[in-house]
Antibody, heavy 127, light 108 residues
């Protein structure tokens, strides 16, 4: 059974960097699938942030791309998110999830279905 | 960016009745449409992908239909545990993948 668990600071000051890690158990990141970050501001809808493959192929939401770094550590079976220059608008529950991939030849691409999800972690941006 | 619009915002249905939720895309997404269920305090759960394919373990009372720009999620006989917010999501054109704003299903 695949399980994902987010971890990181719950409170970040404005203009600083938000850093989160997702630990995956029950499945090896090296075995396939994309791995994704999604967020949800309090009382609002869902926003896809980024997807990363174990080969480090990465896709970003254009609205966040300039502030984003996403990385994968296959030795720890984890992937991570860094979001710089945060503001109150970045306050949200951050989820990690597994994303189905589809492959054509030697290239694999995000497939857009997210299952399963981590439980989510609320990150508040405030001084 | 493809914008997904869901209606209604809130749906109140009696137990055992049928609930019908709608999702519209600003351009064709073919059948690249998923539905998620989110209960209070929980992460979303994948219900439907490919517009009509139930994910593993999803009860048969949930069904999806549609293609192109118009989609429907139906819950044939509403149970109390179906009270949740339901989101549609397109995965035809990216980045970014985009979600609808959600429909809240309440039990009368």
């Amino acid at each position: 059974q695949v399980q994902l668990q987010e971890s990181g600071p719950e409170l970040v000051k404005p203009s600083e960097t938000l850093s989160l890690t997702c630990s995956v158990s029950g499945y090896s990141i090296n075995s396939g699938y994309y791995w994704v970050w999604i967020r949800q501001p309090p009382g609002k809808g869902l926003e896809w942030i980024a997807s990363i493959y174990h080969t480090r192929s990465t896709y970003f939401n254009p609205s966040l791309k300039s502030r984003l770094t996403v990385s994968v550590d296959t030795s720890k079976n984890q992937f991570s998110l860094k979001l710089t220059s945060v503001t109150a608008a970045d306050t949200a529950v951050y989820y990690c999830a597994r994303e189905v991939d589809y492959c054509s030849g030697d290239n694999c691409y995000p497939g857009g279905n997210f299952d399963p999800w981590g439980q989510g972690t609320l990150v508040t941006v405030s001084s | 960016e493809i914008v997904m619009t869901q209606s209604p915002a809130t749906l109140s249905v009696s137990p055992g009745e049928r609930a019908t939720l709608s999702c519209r895309a600003t351009e064709s997404v073919s059948s690249n449409l998923a539905w998620y269920q989110q209960k209070p305090g929980q992460a979303p759960r994948l219900l439907i992908y490919g517009a009509s394919i139930r994910a593993t373990g999803v009860p048969a009372r949930f069904s999806g239909s549609g293609s192109g720009t118009e989609f429907t999620l139906s819950i044939s006989s509403l149970q109390s545990e179906d009270s949740a917010v339901y989101y549609c999501q397109q995965y035809k054109n990216w980045p970014p993948w985009t979600f609808g704003q959600g429909t809240k299903v309440e039990i009368k």
